[in-house]
């Protein structure tokens, strides 16, 4: 945090929505390039495939999950297995106790740096997605009307030319 901090990120809370360039106002600092989709990978909880809240990150394995999601699977009675047996949802490392998932303030601030308020985020990113996905279909549907009469123009300009072969011979 305290690197982070020194950059003065905090000051900087507004969503960066573009995501191909994460740039600081503050000139001194550097600009970093983040490829969207792996920051989208790692930000990513592997439990709920929501943006992490209250992040954990397990000192066995070091995925990061919810704090509540981690919470909820070490709940988790599962049949054959005895309930102080604990392990990683991800890649079933053996986690000792509920304290192995250890809580990752620094996470919290760089997700909150990247996309403001986490919920928010999520919110705006459903009404993208929607927004895209109508998009999509609108297109889908031009084209399937471009293949249909496309293909009208192909049957009539094949019989036309059975028509006009017909005639010849
Ligand atoms: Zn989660
Ligand atoms: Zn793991």
Same mark, same amino acid.
């Given at each position: 945090? #305290?690197? &982070?901090?020194? +950059?003065?990120?905090? !000051?900087? %809370?507004?969503?960066?929505?573009? #995501?191909? &360039?994460?740039? +600081?106002?503050?000139? !001194?600092? %550097?600009?970093?390039?983040v490829d969207l989709s792996q920051l989208n990978e790692e930000t990513k909880c592997p439990i709920c495939f929501g943006k992490i809240k209250k992040a954990r990150v397990s000192i066995v394995c070091g995925h990061r999950y919810c704090g509540d999601c981690i919470d909820h699977c070490m709940r988790l009675e599962i049949p054959g297995r005895r309930p102080e047996v604990r392990e990683c949802p991800v890649c079933r490392a053996h986690m000792p106790s509920r304290r192995s998932a250890k809580e990752d303030p620094n996470f919290d601030f760089l997700l909150r740096a990247l996309y403001g308020d986490v919920t928010e985020y999520e919110q705006q990113e459903e009404v993208v997605m929607q927004e895209e996905l109508k998009q999509h279909q609108g297109a889908l549907a031009q084209e399937m009307e471009h293949m249909r009469t496309t293909k009208a123009h192909q049957i009539a300009a094949a019989q036309a030319y059975r028509v006009t072969k017909k005639r010849r011979t």
């Open positions: 945090m #305290g690197r &982070l901090r020194k +950059h003065g990120l905090e !000051e900087h %809370e507004e969503p960066i929505n573009n #995501g191909l &360039l994460f740039r +600081h106002q503050d000139q !001194e600092v %550097e600009s970093v390039t």
